[in-house]
């Protein structure tokens, strides 16, 4: 069955694997997952068939990262991607899920200026994008508690994180002091205490990760992080090996996508300069009635 042909929007606990119902992931069952320490699966997926992949594949959670400003946009740095933009493709990936959990990511300058346009902010992801729940980057514990008020579940991201590349001077693996690793610690514990139901912990020494997700009530979600996390999430382009940029070391790449998808384009290029494409079988033809009607009357015009 092709991605474009499965019913949507078929509700709650309406995926069946082969192996029986697979029940909607929501924040409570994430919670769940730390006590039974199932491992949660999480990626970002940007547009329509993206997601339905990730869902149909049976990820636990869909990031609308805001990654997308690098690897859908042609940015250099996640910072210039607007609220706009991130509510047209969350939106698009909403329409693809129907299992996954549907994070939104909040974009630089949504939420920073103050906790009244990161409220405002958040609550358009949920109100005109179908988001389940937003992430942001920090420590702002003051935010993460109105947003939970607000009855919107956040997932916190500490860490290397994108947003503060102009202060971290790059994207460099974080918490590698004593000092940094405190500071990370108190930061997550207060993300944790100000209602978080996740966090992601990016680009840190995989043993400061596992002491975290020891600590910690909420399930970890890590990116270059090490295995000692309760889940891990990769970025789309990166999984599927379609990113041109170098590869950090934590990343996995299960499929040599570019390199498919550039044979697939250059062999349409050769078929349809060599006239190999289309085929007869991928051409309409005039139904018989017509055909013989019109061989008649050239017939006729020939005599
Ligand atoms: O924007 C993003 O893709 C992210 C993930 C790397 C966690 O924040």
């Not at 400003?69 to 250099?76: D, F, K, Q, R, V």
């Not at 400061?208 to 999430?233: K, S, Y």
Request: charged share 20%; aromatic share 4%; with cysteine.
């Amino acid at each position: 069955m092709s991605v474009w042909s499965t019913p949507r929007h078929t509700g709650p606990a309406a995926q069946v694997s082969p192996l029986g119902p697979s029940p909607k992931i929501t924040v409570p069952s994430l919670l769940d997952r730390k006590q039974t320490g199932t491992r949660i699966s999480a990626v970002t997926a940007y547009d329509f068939p993206s997601a339905r992949l990730a869902d149909q594949a049976g990820l636990d959670i869909v990031l609308v990262g805001d990654s997308l400003a690098m690897t859908m946009l042609g940015h250099e740095s996640t910072l210039a991607v607007t609220m706009d933009e991130m509510l047209v493709f969350t939106r698009a990936a909403r329409r693809g899920l129907t299992r996954a959990l549907l994070v939104a990511d909040m974009p630089y300058g949504s939420y920073q200026a103050d906790d009244r346009a990161g409220i405002e902010n958040a609550l358009r992801f949920m109100k005109e994008a179908g988001a389940e729940a937003v992430k942001l980057e920090g420590a702002h514990a003051s935010l993460v508690r109105r947003l939970v008020d607000a009855e919107i579940p956040v997932m916190g991201h500490l860490g290397l994180t994108p947003q503060a590349i102009h202060r971290m001077g790059g994207y460099k693996v974080q918490a590698k002091s004593h000092e940094a690793i405190e500071r990370l610690r108190e930061d997550a514990h207060r993300l944790a205490d100000a209602g978080c139901f996740s966090v992601v912990l990016e680009g840190i020494p995989r043993e400061v990760a596992a002491t975290l997700t020891a600590e910690l009530p909420i399930p970890t979600i890590g990116i270059g992080a090490g295995p000692g996390c309760d889940g891990q999430i990769l970025v789309w382009h990166d999984l599927l090996g379609i990113s041109e940029a170098p590869h950090a070391r934590f990343v996995r790449t299960y499929l040599d996508g570019a390199a498919l998808i550039s044979a697939a384009l250059q062999q349409y290029v050769e078929d349809v300069a060599s006239g190999a494409f289309p085929a007869d079988r991928e051409s309409y033809h005039l139904p018989r009635e017509t055909n013989r009607a019109s061989k008649a009357s050239e017939e006729l015009a020939a005599v």
